[in-house]
Every structure is written in structure tokens, then in C-alpha cells.
């Protein structure tokens, strides 16, 4: 059905206009602006899910893995658990850590003059490789919840400019021809709306909770430089 048929039908009497009908009435232009918006939103819904499941998991194995460490297991037996495993979150930071330990006190020369140093080296790359994989694909929603609104309104004034043209063709300018082609051209930025609005509040909430992960990590990381500092000492002293 190209456009001015379909003016023809939304203009009819008892006429519906249903939003199915506003997309397949709408210019080419203005449908490649719907269906990239569309496609953006369930993008942002995809990111906006799946990141939800992996800080709810990744909580519920920092408050199990605090939990036991802090239950005075042997770090040795802990380690030995968790070393064969595939390790996210504290537990990465607890593996690397004490693997880099257990490195530096093999052979018969323990390199242990820097020690605290590599410790913490490798416990801020493991940090840092984290809040990488938290913050990872929220950029998307940032630029969907910036953009949305203004690719929204790039299809609107498109939408606009060719109403315009077809009253100016069929030299009629009453409502029942008016308003269809500026409620297809209004649907575009409808539709930025809704893609944008839930991309900036989820990216907000989203980016919070993984810079609260992020912290999580770092106040973990101290504690357990500070438990290392010690016992590295104490091999010094003695």
C-alpha cells in the first residue's frame, strides 16, 4: 500500500488508525527510522536483562565468597578449591593473589623483597578487567538514550515535510487529510521515546550498581593486601 492510498483510508469515516497502520503509511525514510528504533530498544532491553542476571549473580557469589573466606577456612585449602575452577569477582581476585604468593615462594630462593607489589599489581589488572566486564555494552545504552530522541525527531520532520507535500498536491487541507500523515510522522519520535527513556534510566541504575561492584572489589582487595602484608612480614622477621 503506498502513501497517498493509505491517506485515503485513514481519512475514510469510522476510519481506525492503528499503530501497525501508521508504520506501513509512513515514508520509507520515516519506516528505516521506526524499525532502527525498534530494533534499538530491543537491543537495550537485551543489555538491559543480561546485566541484571549478572550483578544479581555476581552478589550472590561476592556474599557467598566472603561468607566462607572471612569463616577462617585455610587460604591454602580455599585456594586449592577455587584454583581449578573458572573464577569471576572476588574469587579471581582471591586466585590471582595467591598465585602470585605461591610463584614467588617456589624454589629455593623466595622472591619476596617485592612481593607486596606484584600482590597488588595483579590484584588492581584483575580489578580492572572486572569493572571492564561490568561496564561492558552500557556505552549502548548511553548513545540509544542520547540519540533516540533526536533519530525520533529526524523521522518526524522527514514525515512532516512529506504530509506536507501530499496536502500540497491534493490541494485539501482539511483535518480528516491533515491528520494522518502528522500522526505518522508524531510515531517516529514516539517510538525514539520509547527506546531512549528506558536506556538512560537503565544505564544510570546499571552503571551505579557496577561501580558499587567495583568498590566491593577494591575494599576486598585492601583487606586482603593487608592479611598478605602481614604474614609477609612475618616471614621477614623470622
Known amino acids: 500500500m503506498n502513501a497517498d492510498v493509505a491517506q485515503v ?27 532502527g528504533l525498534f530494533l534499538a530498544s530491543v537491543w537495550c532491553w537485551a543489555i538491559i536483562v543480561d546485566k541484571i542476571v ?23 585449602d580455599l585456594y ?28 629455593g630462593r623466595p622472591a619476596i623483597g617485592s612481593l607486596q607489589q606484584r600482590i597488588d599489581k595483579v590484584m588492581d589488572v584483575t580489578i580492572n578487567r572486572e569493572v571492564e566486564r561490568f561496564n561492558s555494552n552500557l556505552l549502548v545504552l548511553a548513545t540509544i538514550g542520547a540519540s533516540g530522541p533526536f533519530i525520533g ?7 512532516i515535510m512529506t ?19 502528522i500522526a505518522e510522522a508524531l510515531f517516529a519520535t514516539a517510538i525514539g ?3 531512549s527513556i528506558p ?3 537503565a544505564y544510570n541504575k546499571l552503571s551505579s550498581d557496577a561501580g558499587a561492584l567495583g568498590n566491593r572489589l577494591e575494599t576486598f582487595a585492601d583487606e586482603f593486601s593487608a592479611i598478605l602484608s602481614r604474614q609477609i612480614d612475618e616471614r621477614h622477621a623470622a
Open 9 to 35: 483510508a485513514l481519512a475514510a469515516p469510522n476510519a481506525s488508525i492503528s499503530l501497525l497502520t501508521l508504520f506501513w503509511s509512513a515514508h520509507i525514510v520515516v519506516k528505516l527510522v521506526m524499525a
Open 54 to 76: 549478572l550483578f544479581l549473580r555476581t552478589r550472590r557469589q561476592m556474599d557467598h565468597f566472603e561468607q566462607v573466606f572471612w569463616s577462617g577456612q585455610s587460604l591454602e
Open 80 to 107: 586449592r578449591t577455587l584454583s581449578a575452577r573458572n573464577n569471576n569477582g572476588m574469587p579471581a581476585l582471591f586466585v590471582a593473589a595467591m598465585r602470585e604468593w605461591k610463584r614467588s615462594h617456589e624454589g
Open 153 to 159: 525527531l529526524f523521522g518526524t520532520v522527514w514525515g
Open 163 to 181: 504530509a506536507f507535500q501530499g496536502i500540497a498536491a491534493s490541494k485539501n487541507t482539511s483535518l480528516a487529510v491533515v491528520a494522518p500523515g
Open 193 to 195: 521515546l520509547v527506546a
Open 199 to 201: 536506556a538512560v534510566i
